[in-house]
T-cell receptor, first 114, second 113 residues
Framework: GENVEQHPSTLSVQEGDSAVIKCTYS??????FPWYKQELGKGPQLIIDIRSNVGEKKDQRIAVTLNKTAKHFSLHITETQPEDSAVYFC?????????????FGTGTRLTIIP | GAGVSQSPSNKVTEKGKDVELRCDPISGHTALYWYRQSLGQGLEFLIYFQGNSAPDKSGLPSDRFSAERTGGSVSTLTIQRTQQEDSAVYLC???????????FGPGTRLLVL
């Protein structure tokens, strides 16, 4: 089955700096890669996703890049703000449009230092 | 609109007891997933329901775990004869037909003493 590894497990950055979280996956058939943000006491919330036919996607301060050959994808957050502090999870699945059994990474605890 | 809701939000039980966890998906969402999140770990897939199809139970860790979905809406995850290693946050998610985005509920925090 699919295996997703995520690094680093913790990350502290100064407010205003950029943060990068990296994930690798094992199943070359995976074609859907979402990123979730989880705040304390809440369920994960989708922040951005990318499909395998796209190499990069941006949404304001957040971007995700995908390298299918190397089987890794990364989350980039620019101009970090205190409200970006949370746990971030990457995930991978073989998307069948309604049959996404997501395999998650182990999470990155991001702390933004004011 | 209303999101995915789960109840109870917290549950403390004694080893050996049975527990039932409830999930109310977003109205109209046809797919429903259960995940387990152990302390400091990622989410682990448990079971998936899609419409009237047979559920995908491939992630259930043992036969003590079962789930049902009545009327294509509310789902109940049942853990029989709970063990301490069952302590975790149990998360439910739902998706619209043909869409990939999973919307998660706040989870049920289960503690087995």
């Amino acid at each position: 089955g699919e295996n997703v590894e995520q690094h680093p497990s913790t990350l502290s950055v100064q407010e205003g700096d950029s943060a990068v979280i990296k994930c690798t996956y094992s199943d070359s058939a995976s074609n859907y890669f979402p990123w979730y943000k989880q705040e304390l006491g809440k369920g994960p919330q989708l922040i951005i996703d990318i499909r395998s036919n796209v190499g990069e996607k941006k949404d304001q301060r957040i971007a995700v890049t995908l390298n299918k050959t190397a089987k890794h994808f990364s989350l980039h957050i620019t101009e970090t703000q205190p409200e970006d502090s949370a746990v971030y999870f990457c995930a991978a699945s073989i998307s069948n449009f309604g049959n996404e059994k997501l395999t998650f990474g182990t999470g990155t605890r991001l702390t933004i230092i004011p | 609109g209303a999101g995915v809701s789960q109840s109870p939000s917290n549950k403390v039980t004694e080893k050996g007891k049975d527990v039932e966890l409830r999930c109310d998906p977003i109205s109209g969402h046809t797919a429903l997933y259960w995940y387990r999140q152990s302390l400091g770990q990622g989410l682990e897939f448990l079971i998936y329901f899609q419409g009237n199809s047979a559920p995908d139970k491939s992630g259930l860790p043992s036969d003590r775990f079962s789930a049902e979905r009545t009327g294509g809406s509310v789902s109940t995850l049942t853990i029989q004869r709970t063990q301490q290693e069952d302590s975790a946050v149990y998360l439910c998610a739902s998706t619209r037909t043909g869409k990939e985005t999973q919307y998660f509920g706040p989870g049920t925090r289960l503690l087995v003493l």
